[in-house]
């Protein structure tokens, strides 16, 4: 503790002329996208809001606004933030032990090592917390076996963030251990998973007798449950529409290049979700391209469409009013994921509409080079990904419109004897 | 403002939300649908001046209080959840009206009694073919004597003032469109109450033979304050629209919480639940663009043609599906008379087809943004 931490709190013109005065005093292209994120790690600019010990300032989160305006204004690169490493950041600093903090939390913000997520398992989807991997003690280690899905990343990672059954006596939330799994070791095969679409943004990921050292493990067994909570609760936050993509500067120069590269490594997963929301952006330019505006039943489809997109960004507006004026959250905070499904259902009937027998082709053979025809096999996507239409229904339902859960038939019974998915053996 | 209200306007809906709950029960609303008139005159009276309702948007120039559509909107939202029988959305018609096509002179000898509610008044523009366009107008005006028939106007057989739409003879479209203004018992005026699907809305046929009328602003020359009037109309409409849903499923939500079968609250069930969430989205979404074209009105905004055909359609859509959701929910005794969704459902029904339908607005919003990527 030093003197400095009883003075005055800090304001948005103390923050800003503080780092202004260190970037001007420190940014340098030349260096290494390594080596400058070491400073920002030793200085605590590259985390603000993270707490001093853990190369932050521990500012308030809402000064990182005014930090990342003074990056962009003398065009120095950040920290990697890009993908799952910034849940597994969130997760190490509010659960993790000291020995996790220093292992993990610097080479994260180097962007040294990348990390995925590993939840899902083919017999557990919108029901994650039924997690069938094993997690055996022997001896003083855990040994893991099983099978994970849709793993974005998979193939690049380091590290993993497990989440395991090590109680099966348990019922089921209680019977689950969250780990930090190596991915580089012989237990752990990364196979991709090709899409209807073509792509293969996802992984499956299989464990056989892959081992945990037992400092690798975040929490009691019993406790996995409540820290993947919060870790689902970062990834949701993140997509709430209102996050922006990372885009990397077109600057030449050492450092910007390496942050390029790092970034069209970590977006590569991405790239099709555009077309996976329906591309509403292209559908007035494509009925004029296309002379299809004139055809009075495709204009009604059209106009569906473009109201309901705007409703929906007016609804998202609304939430985002009332949370600024902080009042309580209403009900149309609750309602975007599943708009977004609708409007590109839509979305993707209207394409088809537009596009006529061109809709039959794929590829540089149907129209804006393969564009259109990734829609319409993408847009199935995104009533499923993040938590499918029937679970936004059963949200809304249950903890907006207060309605009464379904009765339980798998959580007053040890997990061994919930009746569940069989895995057919690999 | 087009995506939150402030704390007055909150706190006045609040006001407003109590006042029409204690004045207009289902119990009131069942005894004035089955009356000629459709409300009660000292009622309504007493309920205007009290809240200085019809002068709410009427400037203070001319007795009013000078508010936007913004605090209407919350008005006729209100009216729609609570079904209020009176001529206050036909009044307001008139006087938007008035406010589009009058003189100055005009303005101050016709609203203050408008404002203060000593006259209830309506806007007769659609005639037998139902249409809203300018061009199904086909009432004549020939030295200030109307001729010809009026149709599906709102309380036309009890307002006390009819701001007419007419034009002269061999003009088409919007071209030669004029207001006038008619008492409700002027001579060679035949008004005839139309049975009506939704008892809480009044319409009348009116039948002009030679009547005497007094032009209301510059003769031959309304074309563009009908269009005007009209937007406007259609975005009072919505957002009475969307009052009405929100009651529906609000009220559809209560009744599935309550009624239990098989042993268990029939809102424990998954097909309910899913139907439960689906109706606020809809009906969530509605508000949103019904709110949004009524700030859109108040900011003069360029888009307004689009902005309210949007509106009305998306109500449309919602308030109807709300309301067969609602009648599904319910079961067996939300087909009954005695059960109140059939009142909503009528007004919905209603509400869907007055002042054009969905499709016809989805058509007029493409052709607004037609338009403007054309300029």
Known sequence: MTMTDTTTAPTEESVRAEVRAWLEANWNPNYGLVEWREKLCDSGWGAPHWPKEWYGRD????????????????????????GIRTLAAATILAHGTDLHKQKFLKRILTGEDTWCQLFSEPGSGSDMAGAVTRADKRGNKWVINGQKVWTTSAHKAHWGLLLARADWDAVKHKGLAYFILDMKQPGVQVHPLKQMN???????????????????????VGDGWTVATTTLMHERRGADGLRSWATASQKPGRIYEEERAEIATTMEPYKWYPQRAGRVDLVMQRAR??????????RQEVAKLLIMAKSAEWTARRARAAQEQGKPQGPEGSLGKLVASNVARQAAR?????????ALLSGEDSPMGGVIAEILVSVPACSIAGGTDEIQRNIISERVLKM?????????KP???VPRNVVAPR | MRFSFSAEQEEFRGTLRRALEARSPTKEVRRLMATDEGFDRDGWKRLNQELGLTGLLIPEAYGGQGFGFGELGIVLEEMGRSLLCAPFLSTTLAAIAILNAGSEEQKKALLPALADGTKTATLAFQEGNGSIDAAGIAMTATANKLDGTKSFVLDGHTADLIVVVARKKGTTGSDGLSFFTVAGDAPGLTRRKLKTMDETRKLAQLTFKSVEAQPLGIDGAGGPAFAKTLQQAIVCLANEMVGGAERLREDALEYVKMRMQFGRSIASFQTTKNKAADMLVDVELAKSAAYYAAAALDEGDK???????????????????TAIHAVQMHGGIGFTWDNDTHLWFKRAKSSEILFGDANEHREKMMQAWGQQAAE
């Not at chain 1, 391209?289 to 495709?298: F, H, L, M, R, S």
């Not at chain 1, 209207?350 to 061109?358: K, L, M, S």
């Not at chain 1, 009464?404 to 007053?412: G, Q």
């Open chain 1, 59 to 82: 500012l308030p989160v809402k000064f990182n606004a005014v930090v990342d305006e003074e990056f962009a204004r003398i065009g120095a690169v950040g920290v990697a933030k890009a």
């Open chain 1, 198 to 220: 073509g792509h293969a943004s996802f992984n499956q990921v299989f464990f056989t007798d892959a081992i945990v050292e037992p400092e690798m493990m975040i929490c009691d």
């Open chain 1, 289 to 298: 391209e296309t002379g299809k505006i004139n055809d009075p039943v495709v």
């Open chain 1, 350 to 358: 209207v394409h088809t509409y537009i596009t006529g027998a061109d």
């Open chain 1, 404 to 412: 009464p859960r379904e009765t339980s038939v798998d959580t007053n």
């Open chain 1, 415 to 417: 997990f061994k004897d």
């Open chain 2, 303 to 321: 888009d307004m043609p689009a902005l309210a055909s949007l509106a009305k359609a998306q109500a449309a859509e919602a308030y109807l599906q």
